[in-house]
C-alpha cells in the first residue's frame, strides 16, 4: 500500500488488518519516521519509504537500513495525470515502477502495462551495456 496521508501512523493497523503485506509511506508526512517503521514491522508488514520531487536522496539515507523500498515520487503529490518529471530519474536509480493514472486511465491497461514492461527491460538491458 502507498499511503498517501497527512498522518500514516493511524493507518498502519487498518492496512495489516486489511492484508497488505508493504506500507508505504512518505517521510515528509511524519515526525517520527522510525516509530512508524517500527510499528509496521510489528505489524508484519515490508516498510516503504517515498519522498516527494523536492527532497533530496540524502534524507533517506538514515533510513536505508531499516526499510525494504525506496519511493522516488516523479509527480508532486496530490491528483494523478500529472506530467512525469524525467528528471528526478537519476535521483531514482531505479529496479521498480509504480505507475497511476497511466494505466487507471487508458482505455487498454493491458497495452500500457505491456508497454511500460518493455520500457523498463530496454533502459535496463541499455544500462547494463553501459556499464
Known amino acids: 500500500m502507498h499511503m498517501m496521508v497527512s498522518r500514516p501512523e493511524q493507518w498502519v493497523k487498518p492496512m495489516a488488518v486489511a492484508g497488505a503485506n508493504q506500507y508505504t509511506f512518505h517521510l515528509e508526512a511524519t515526525e517520527n519516521p522510525g516509530a512508524l517503521i517500527k510499528d509496521i514491522r510489528e505489524n508484519g508488514m515490508k516498510v516503504g519509504l517515498a519522498i516527494k520531487p523536492g527532497t533530496t536522496v540524502e534524507y533517506l539515507a538514515p533510513w536505508a537500513n531499516q526499510i525494504d523500498m525506496a519511493l522516488v515520487m516523479t509527480v508532486e503529490p496530490g491528483f494523478g495525470g500529472q506530467k512525469f518529471m524525467e528528471d528526478m530519474m537519476p535521483k531514482a536509480g531505479a529496479n521498480m515502477i509504480v505507475s497511476g493514472s497511466a494505466i487507471m486511465r487508458s482505455e487498454d491497461p493491458r ?19 553501459d556499464r
Request: a positive charge.
Open 111 to 129: 497495452s500500457v502495462i505491456n508497454l511500460l514492461r518493455n520500457v523498463c527491460s530496454e533502459a535496463a538491458q541499455k544500462r547494463s551495456l
